[in-house]
């Protein structure tokens, strides 16, 4: 079973040690104490650890083994996750402040994302192509070598098991570079990929600031492709590291996702929906429906609803099973959700809920906030345009379709959108006309890891999850099979 302390040397190349970086210590969002003091990575840890896992990708036969025999070990780290569920549920807690019925979740779905990768390793197809000459043509897929995986403090586990599992299927080395304030959870998922039969040398996982570690790991040479999960002007800075070494990138960013609510729809689903498309997690989810747009017949109505819904949550311990919004991530996160709200209220807004620290001895040391909701906004105002990242939702009517479609597409992000309505057909029509990587109908955030996801426009290039995400991280490559009897004309 897991246990704290054995996690918190980092992992360079297999070795468990402290990094040469400076000494931090990790903080629990819900009351401020320390956790874990670990030392962060160095650039001269990234760089031993990039030549290891070289060394192992070359050297360890991982990347020789059939697809059946990978898929055994990754399979086993899905075992292993399952096994050591409660401890990694608890871990995350600790790591990022999520109450602990929504850990127990993300845990399931590494466990799941691992199994499924499996599968897909062990069930992956190379082609036959048709012939058009005396050759036989094929199309395969190698492995890359060293790949990087940075990941954000909103979800780990999942988010690195979204990278490390099709990585690792697809005979790679990865290195993982975690949020500096959440590096416990990938830790952790590291010791479980090596204890199940994953080559030591191929996995690295390295805490550090961003700017600096994250930085060596996207500019070095050996490594050959990033995943990237987290902030879009983050995301940016990267794909220009990347265009300059012709180098693969996937980024997974922003959002400032819109969710519609149609006069027809049914109530009681809506306003459940819409609560947990903006509150759960306490907002800090890149496909939080952050913007919400309701049909004017209905707004009023609908609004009394949303906010008595809003200010009933329960908000507290992440501890107790029946907390449905923890603590925002650090003080210093707290305090940028603060001033947009007092932007939005500067602005014209007014507060219909919420907008305020939650009072109380259980608040005092974390980093809690209420769910707010803020109306009276024009949509191509700062608050309703900019990821805000935590529990503020901006609420606004629209008056018909076309009205409503225009604003949903007014942004920069697009990475996802939900539709309330009974009527089939406008779902499809509106569905269809909304520009987002993924669009909910009469449902939000759900996830399935056989579907692909990812955005458009600010919110990304490229897609994760899915039978074929597995392909992400190879090098596609052609083959010709000379079957000519004779020299080539040209040369005979
Ligand atoms: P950041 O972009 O600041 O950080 C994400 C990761 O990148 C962290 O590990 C960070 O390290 C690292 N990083 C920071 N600077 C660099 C750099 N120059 N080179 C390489 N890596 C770097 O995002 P946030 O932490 O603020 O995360 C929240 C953001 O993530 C939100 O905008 C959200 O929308 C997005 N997100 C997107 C998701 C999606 O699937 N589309 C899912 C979840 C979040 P460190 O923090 O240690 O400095």
Not at 66 to 72: N, Q
Not at 332 to 340: A, N, S, T
């Amino acid at each position: 079973m897991l246990n704290l302390n054995d996690i918190q040397p980092i992992c360079i190349a297999g070795q468990w040690r402290p990094g040469a970086g400076d000494r931090y210590a990790t903080l629990y969002p819900a009351t401020g104490e320390a956790v874990a003091s670990l030392h962060a990575a160095s650039v001269a840890d990234v760089e031993e650890a990039i030549l290891g896992a070289d060394r192992a990708f070359r050297t360890s036969g991982w990347a020789q083994k059939k697809p059946h025999e990978r898929a055994a070990v990754l399979f086993r780290v899905a075992q292993l996750i399952r096994e050591n569920g409660e401890a990694l549920a608890q871990l995350q807690r600790l790591d990022n402040g999520k109450p602990i019925s929504e850990t127990r979740n993300l845990v399931a779905s590494a466990a799941a994302t691992f199994q499924f990768f499996a599968a897909a390793c062990e069930t992956l197809e190379e082609s036959l192509t048709p012939m058009r000459g005396d050759n036989l043509t094929m199309s395969v897929h190698e492995p890359m070598g060293v790949v990087a995986a940075i990941t954000p403090w909103n979800s780990p586990i999942a988010s690195e098991a979204q990278k490390m599992a099709p990585a690792l299927a697809a005979g790679n080395a990865v290195v993982v570079k975690p949020a500096e304030v959440t590096p416990l959870a990938a830790l952790a998922l590291a010791r479980l990929c090596i204890e199940a039969g994953v080559p030591a040398g191929l996995i690295s996982v390295l805490p550090g600031k961003g700017s600096v570690i994250g930085d060596a790991i996207t500019l070095h040479p050996l490594v050959k492709r990033v995943s990237f999960t987290g902030g879009t002007s983050t995301g940016k800075h990267i794909a220009h590291i990347a265009a300059d070494k012709m180098m693969p990138v996937s980024l997974e960013l922003g959002g400032k996702s819109p969710t519609m609510v149609f006069e027809d729809a049914d109530i009681d689903h809506a306003v459940a929906g819409v609560l947990y498309g903006i509150f759960s997690s306490s907002g800090e989810s890149c496909i939080a429906g952050s913007r919400l747009f309701v049909a004017r017949s209905l707004h009023e109505p609908f609004m009394e609803r949303l906010a008595a819904g809003a200010a009933a949550l329960r908000v507290g311990d992440p501890a107790d099973e029946r907390t449905q919004m923890g603590p925002l991530i650090t003080a210093r996160h707290r305090e940028g959700i603060e001033r947009y709200v007092d932007m939005g209220v500067t602005d014209g807004g007014r507060i219909r809920t919420g907008g305020v620290r939650p009072k109380g001895p259980a608040f005092d040391r974390g980093y809690f906030y209420t769910p707010t909701i803020i109306e009276g906004l024009r949509n191509d105002q700062r608050i309703c345009q900019e990821e805000i990242f935590g529990p503020v939702l901006v609420a606004m009517p629209f008056d018909d379709e076309e009205d409503l479609i225009r604003q949903a597409n007014d942004s920069v992000y697009a990475l996802a959108a939900g539709i309330w309505t009974r009527d089939y057909k406008r779902a499809w029509r509106v569905g269809r006309a909304v520009q987002a990587g993924n669009v909910w109908i009469n449902t939000y955030k759900q996830f399935s890891i056989s579907t692909p996801f990812g955005g458009w426009r600010d919110s990304g290039l490229g897609r994760e999850k899915g039978r074929l995400g597995i392909l992400q991280y190879m090098e596609q490559k052609a083959m010709y099979w000379g079957l000519n009897e004779q020299p080539l004309p040209w040369a005979g």
